[in-house]
């Protein structure tokens, strides 16, 4: 079945500081993969996301690109600031576009905080 | 409102009893998913409906679950004599049809004591 790993937490940064969150995955066929945000007392929210092999997702400053030789979607950001504090989760879709669902397969979830 | 709504955001209740959990999605999305996330864990999978129906429910772990959306809006997670295992946070996510960009609700917490 399709299962996501990422890195586990928490991670502490100072502010400035580059991020990386590692997320691999195991799926068969091509899925579409995301990184997902959850703020401190909110909802989770989609922050990036590719559909294909190369693809590079990017938003707020963060990017991830969606390597199928290494089975692998990391997150970065080259300057964090406090704002990012949150629980960052790594997911995958197995493209059912025929049904139009977008079952999604979450990893565990990483803490970060990013302190001044 | 303008994002998905759940009540109750807090339950609690005795082992053995029935709760019901409701999800009022964004206005227009006629996909709406059901994830169940434990402590510690990312969330996990339970149903998807495509307008009233329920396309996918490979996740529900027993018959003691069960949702609907009887008017392709409103959607109720019922679960029947509740186990301490069955704590969690419950989301309830909508988005349009064939988009990978769920929206997310901030979730029921029940605990089953």
């Known amino acids: 079945g399709n299962s996501v790993t990422q890195m586990e937490g928490p991670v502490t940064l100072s502010e400035e500081a580059f991020l990386t969150i590692n997320c691999t995955y195991t799926?068969?066929?091509?899925?579409?993969l995301f990184w997902y945000v959850q703020y401190p007392g909110e909802g989770l929210q989609l922050l990036l996301k590719?559909?294909?092999?190369?693809d590079k997702g990017s938003n707020k400053g963060f990017e991830a690109t969606y390597r199928k030789e290494t089975t692998s979607f990391h997150l970065e950001k080259g300057s964090v600031q406090v704002s990012d504090s949150a629980v960052y989760f790594c997911a995958l879709s197995d493209n059912d576009s025929g049904a139009g669902s977008y079952q999604l397969t979450f990893g565990k979830g990483t803490k970060l905080s990013v302190i001044p | 409102g303008a994002g998905v709504s759940q009540t109750p955001s807090n339950k609690v209740t005795e082992k053995g009893k029935y709760v019901e959990l409701r999800c009022d999605p964004i206005s227009g999305h006629t996909a709406l998913y059901w994830y169940r996330q434990s402590l510690g864990q990312g969330p996990e999978f339970l149903i998807y409906?495509?307008?009233?129906?329920?396309?996918?429910d490979s996740g529900l772990p027993n018959d003691r679950f069960f949702a609907v959306r009887p008017e392709g809006s409103v959607s109720t997670l019922k679960i029947q004599r509740t186990e301490r295992g069955d704590s969690a946070v419950y989301l309830c996510a909508s988005s349009f049809i064939n988009t990978g960009e769920l929206f997310f609700g901030e979730g029921s917490r029940l605990t089953v004591l």
């Open positions: 409906f495509q307008g009233t129906g329920a396309a996918d």
């Open positions: 590719a559909t294909k092999a190369d």
């Open positions: 799926a068969t066929g091509y899925p579409s």
